[in-house]
Nanobody
């Protein structure tokens, strides 16, 4: 059974930090490009960050550059999103997403709320 299980979400004050993790199982994780996608209340999904299969190339939406860092561990089959200097506009459900040749896998999401 394919599973992507996110953890690490929660509530944090503006300027704070959170570390999201996604644990993968049931598929060849190291062959998949991994991403984080978020969806804020009342808005459509927004791609946030991606990382290639080997972890050597990372990508970010402009609004999080310099604040978020994506990484992966192919041995542990995990992908992590370190988020710092969080802003209220970062509030959303964050989803872990894996893609390879048209095959997509999604996690169930973890809520991140940035509020004072």
């Amino acid at each position: 059974e394919v599973q992507l299980v996110e953890s690490g979400g929660g509530m944090v004050q503006p300027g704070g930090s959170l570390r999201l993790s996604c644990a993968a199982s049931g598929f060849s994780f190291s062959s998949y490009h991994m991403s984080w996608v978020r969806q804020a209340p009342g808005k459509g999904p927004e791609w946030v960050s991606g990382i290639n299969t080997g972890g050597g190339s990372t990508y970010y939406v402009d609004s999080v550059k310099g604040r978020f860092t994506i990484s992966r561990d192919n041995h542990l089959k995990t992908v992590t999103l370190q988020m710092s200097s969080l802003k209220p506009e970062d509030t959303a459900v964050y989803y872990c997403y894996g893609k390879q040749s048209g095959v997509d896998y999604w996690g169930q999401g973890t809520q991140v709320t940035v509020s004072s």
